[in-house]
């Protein structure tokens, strides 16, 4: 499907705020509106959107009905998620009863929202944004010249996302020369439990780009062989390998992180770059899915290009 564009921000604008997968605490989601009043934009989350529950932040049901508000509410052009976790993949067989909707929004969050971030892609040919929770940019956890460049993304003043120090894996990688294409992926277990279901990650020409948390080498390793059996590499432009934080050995206290990504990079027939600071990691880097982009090779480096997303709308003479 086309990917479709979203239009940027202005003062003014609406957020609508959910939360997917797991709770944040009230101060936090408090601390977001807050900080988004700061830029300028009028923030909301309903009343209701965090209760009790043993996993999520509300029962399925509800936290579809708020997700479906915000898709359909005529008046608002984002939905930024509070926090990642785990549950958005629940909502998806209920996604699939809902008509495609006829004005794209810009969706914000990154982790479990991985699910939602395919799912708008491959089913509405949406545009989004792989970028912090807003819990945690309430929380000023992210460096301010990260803010500064989101910021400038949702507001016009950033068009392209580039990305200049990648580092070639393999013999396919630095072979490349130029590559036009654009990014799908996200969340590593997250693209592994959408295997084998309808909503199933699709890398066919496309830079797969993968990132996560607390998995052990082996544990990496295996989901990375379910992708090549399954065939998700078959087609794939490259694949792209962002922050990988925790999952110490316990025999040594130290990942195995990189032996794991090399060994990887030699057994698979594309190209492998490692070198985008997106993910769990304090640098969090937003990262336009679904854009069309270009990696290239200057002779020197490797550097990747993606535009945002968003309708440049020309001033009025």
Known sequence: MKNKKWSILKPGDIVDIVAPGYPSPLDQVADGISYLQNWGLKARAPKDMIQKHFLHANVDEKRFAFLK??????DSKVIWCSRGGYGSNRLLPLLTKMKVPKTQKILIGLSDITSLHHFFA?????STLHACVLDRLG????????EKELHGILFGDVTEVSFKNLKPLNAKAREVKKIKSKVVGGNLTVLQSSMGTPFEIDADDALLFVEDIGERGYRIDRMLEQFRQAGTFKKCDGLLIGDFIGGEEPATGRDNFKKVFIRWAQDLDIPVWSGIPSGHAHIQRALPLNTPCVLVNDGKKFILNIETGAVIEKAKK
């Open 139 to 146: 929380r000023h956890a992210l460096p301010p010249e990260l």
């Open 122 to 126: 491959q089913e509405w040919g949406w």
């Open 69 to 74: 508000v915000a898709i359909e509410s005529p």
